[in-house]
């Protein structure tokens, strides 16, 4: 298989695992709040597993987990000491079970950085310059195929991202997070993915911030507006149009938005449905973001027509001891029968 990103999207859906901030925090290695990949270096084994999980699961691409680990987010927590070490690190962990797969590709990261100010475009542009040239920078020397930014929110910022990107020669895929009706500094969101393809991003999209069925009406209009390969990796959470973003669910009352969005987590087969409309809409990048879980990514791989290794543990209910064929049912309703006669 062609290992080059933009061959691979000309040709090919691409899926693309993400949910790794979210994932590592419900398992105990990231705090919520800061949401710093601090794992990277203090456990990278967990790191690892998830990784080598989304690898089972289906995934063509392993992100290296550097999301909001730029050096404003590290100062916060007092590592900002660590940051070139924690950017290094990232990218050779996913390079190293990348290589347990076959043809899988390592992503460079790189997010909104919470700098970018169109009221003082000058001096804020220049210190998110700084803070994606860094990371790009090291993401090159360690070998990433190639540069994802994301969750960006104002079309200046995300145009810096893929003017940094493309200055290290590697191909761009710029999404944005549309938390907003348009994006914060006043453009339509469409409008702001025709720019980056105009100044040569090899894609652009969404990611985060929208569920499926609140992220396929943007993807319906991107495709019509682009002719590039374009990128959808929403949260597998149940945003409606009363709530297009998670950060507006609520839930008894309140506001969900972190920790209480199980409550709206997708089922698997929803999942899978957005996979099949996206890949019919034309989308070439296809994946999940926060919230996702392994079982999730192996759900949009089955959609799209795949068996991967996690397939071998797809579910089988005609196993079930309640749900299966007559005769294994009727076999274990003996055995319940006895235990609750005793």
């Known amino acids: 298989m062609n290992k080059d990103i933009i061959e691979r ?17 419900r398992r105990g290695y990231v705090k919520a709040g800061a949401y710093v990949p601090e794992v990277v270096l203090d456990y990278p084994d967990a790191l690892k597993e998830l990784h080598r999980e989304f690898l089972r699961s289906g995934s063509d691409v392993l992100v290296a987990f550097t999301y909001y680990a730029h050096r404003d987010k590290l100062k ?33 990261n790189i997010c909104n950085t919470w700098l970018y100010d169109p009221d003082d475009k000058e ?26 930014a994301e969750t960006i929110e104002y079309v200046g910022e995300a145009l810096i991202a893929l003017e940094v990107i493309k200055s290290y020669g590697l191909p761009a895929i710029i999404n944005f997070g549309a938390t907003y009706a348009i994006s914060k500094d006043g453009y339509d969101w469409i ?3 025709r720019q980056l393809e105009a100044a040569g991003a090899d894609a652009v999209g969404f990611n985060c911030i929208r569920g499926p069925e609140t992220l396929l009406p943007l993807l319906a209009r991107l495709r019509k507006a682009v002719t590039c390969p374009i990128a959808a990796v929403p949260v597998p959470y149940c945003t409606t149009p009363d709530a297009p973003a998670f950060q507006n669910l609520q839930y008894k009352g309140k506001n969900a938005f972190p920790l209480e969005l199980e409550a709206f987590t997708c089922t698997r087969f929803e999942v899978a449905d957005f996979a099949r409309k996206a890949q019919k809409l034309g989308v070439n990048y ?13 759900a949009v791989a089955e959609a799209l027509g ?11 209910l005609s196993q079930h001891a309640l749900l299966g064929s007559d005769t294994v049912v009727k076999g274990h309703e003996k055995k319940f ?3 609750i006669k005793n």
């Open 9 to 25: 999207l000309k040709t090919g859906t691409v899926l693309g695992a993400e949910g790794y901030l979210f994932e590592l925090e």
């Open 76 to 108: 916060l927590i007092d590592r900002e000491k660590d940051l070139e070490k924690l950017n290094r690190q990232a990218v050779r962990i996913a390079k190293e079970i990348a290589a347990e797969g076959e043809d899988v590709l390592v992503a460079g």
């Open 123 to 148: 001096r804020s542009s220049a210190l998110v310059r700084q803070t994606y040239d860094e990371q790009v920078r090291w993401a090159t020397e360690e070998g990433a195929d190639f540069i994802l």
């Open 191 to 193: 409008d702001g993915c």
């Open 286 to 298: 296809i994946g999940l973001c926060c919230g996702a879980s392994p079982y999730h990514i192996r």
């Open 306 to 316: 795949r068996t991967v290794p996690a397939s071998k543990y797809s579910p089988d």
């Open 337 to 339: 029968a006895a235990v």
